[in-house]
């Protein structure tokens, strides 16, 4: 039981690059998140699936796409990467949509350049 | 937004002394959650609290709601240099987190 893996670990793009960051999750949870972190901060969602098959934006979705591929993969998209996107990503999912705690994956360091 | 601010940002104690951080939020909630992360890793849940109740207890772990003041209070008895790392609080739903609290715990 692997929890929540994401992939890759590391990252570095130059401006204008795409690139998919991948999660999937092995306990059946109904709802995955994408977050992001900066220095010093908190973590800010980006966009959110309450369950297979919809997904919402969150606090941050501009630049970002996501997929919900099904019930375990959820990846997250940066069509036209920006330096103001370095961030560390996390993944996370839940059994249900409110009340529910989250887990989290160990996060995907992401520098633009 | 339901964002949760902590406070004190950062703090400094002595092993085997207690640590006590606070959460506001913004808007009613169903539930409160407390998670922890350790340098460069994950959130890691620790305690729920959910809107219809004013304490909680998980091992050295005691959190308090108070949904009239919209704040919360996550108390860590007896610390270890274990429980060194950043703290966050964030409400039901969308779960928005504010910047935590940074304890540190010297041996």
């Known amino acids: 039981n692997a929890g929540v893996t994401q992939t890759p670990k590391f990252q570095v793009l130059k401006t204008g690059q795409s690139m998919t960051l991948q999660c999937a999750q092995d306990?059946?949870?109904?709802?995955m998140y994408w977050y992001r972190q900066d220095p010093g901060m908190g973590l800010r969602l980006i966009y959110y699936?309450?369950?297979?098959?919809?997904?919402d934006k969150g606090e941050v979705p501009n630049g970002y796409n996501v997929s919900r591929l099904n019930k375990r993969e959820f990846s997250l998209r940066l069509e036209s990467a920006a330096p103001s996107q370095t961030s560390v990503y996390f993944c996370a999912s839940s059994e249900g949509w409110q009340s529910y705690e989250q887990y989290f994956g160990p996060g995907t360091r992401l520098t633009v350049t | 937004s339901q964002q949760g601010e902590e406070d004190p940002q950062a703090l400094s104690i002595q092993e085997g002394e207690n640590a006590t951080m606070n959460c506001s939020y913004k808007t009613s909630i169903n539930n409160l959650q407390w998670y922890r992360q350790n340098s460069g890793r994950g959130l890691v849940h620790l305690i729920l609290?959910?809107?219809?109740?004013r304490e909680k207890h998980s091992g050295r772990l005691r959190v308090t709601l108070d949904t009239s003041k919209k704040s919360s209070s996550l108390l860590i008895t007896a610390s270890r240099a274990a429980d060194t790392a950043s703290y966050f609080c964030?409400?039901?739903?969308?779960?928005?987190f504010g910047k935590g609290t940074k304890l540190t715990v010297n041996p």
């Open positions: 306990m059946n949870h109904n709802s």
């Open positions: 609290i959910r809107s219809n109740e």
């Open positions: 964030g409400g039901s739903e969308k779960l928005v």
């Open positions: 699936s309450a369950s297979e098959g919809t997904t």
